[in-house]
């Protein structure tokens, strides 16, 4: 079946530290991808999306990701994680039928 | 620009009863989509319609309908509601992928 996932429920790390969510396609095309946020009690807001071209994406509030094929991968990052960026962090993406699937999720808690 | 509009955003349902909410898009988008999102489960599709008058299954269909009479408004429908179907619902509407959330509604099943 074509997916995502998200092999981390909860990451926490330390605030000014890098963070890595980590997100797996399976899809037989190039599918468009897309990262998504959710604070607690809101709906998802997006962060970035690749449809094509350029494999490194930039984003809102100073998250990037990176298409790599070869891996099957569209990992988000950001270099000095603040503690606003803790919430829920989704990995989407649209098959060739338009239909927009989501991720399990993954939990980023902040330390301070 | 209201963007995406649920409603209602609360409801209490008792076991049987029958219940529609509704979303609304002013976005024009083609592309509308119900999602369900229980704690540990990420947000999984219910339903989808890629235009007006159509609309598709998603990966947890049963004990839902939905129907998209008006390109702007995608109805989802519980005509028997079970405490299963405890859960916060989000619509969502499209355009070439980028999807536009409304704020959700808590539907509790007692």
């Known amino acids: 079946a074509q997916s995502v996932t998200q092999p981390d429920i909860h990451i926490t790390v330390s605030e000014g530290a890098s963070l890595e969510l980590r997100c797996n396609y399976s899809?037989?095309?190039?599918?468009?991808l897309f990262w998504y946020v959710q604070s607690p009690g809101q709906g998802l807001q997006l962060l970035l999306k690749?449809?094509?071209?350029?494999?490194l994406v930039q984003g809102i509030k100073g998250f990037e990701a990176e298409f790599k094929r070869s891996q099957s991968s569209f990992n988000l990052r950001k270099p000095s994680v603040h503690w606003s960026d803790a919430a829920e962090y989704f990995c989407?993406?649209?098959?060739?039928?338009?239909?927009?699937?989501f991720g399990g999720g993954t939990r980023l808690m902040v330390k301070p | 620009n209201a963007g995406v509009t649920q409603t209602p955003k609360f409801r209490v349902l008792k076991t049987g009863q029958s219940m529609t909410l509704l979303c609304a898009q002013d976005?024009?988008?083609?592309?509308m989509y119900w999602y369900r999102q229980d704690p540990g489960m990420g947000l999984r599709l219910i339903h989808y319609?890629?235009?007006?008058?159509?609309?598709a299954k998603g990966e947890v269909p049963d004990g839902y309908n939905v129907s998209r009479l008006k390109k702007q408004n995608f109805l989802l429908g519980l005509e028997s509601a079970a405490p299963s179907q405890t859960s916060v619902y989000f619509c969502?509407?499209?355009?070439?992928?980028?999807?536009?959330f409304g704020q959700g509604t808590r539907l509790t099943v007692v």
């Open positions: 969502a509407s499209s355009r070439q992928g980028e999807a536009f």
């Open positions: 899809y037989g095309a190039t599918p468009y």
């Open positions: 690749y449809f094509s071209g350029d494999t």
């Open positions: 989407a993406g649209v098959n060739a039928g338009n239909m927009l699937t």
């Open positions: 976005m024009n988008h083609e592309y």
């Open positions: 319609s890629v235009g007006e008058g159509t609309t």
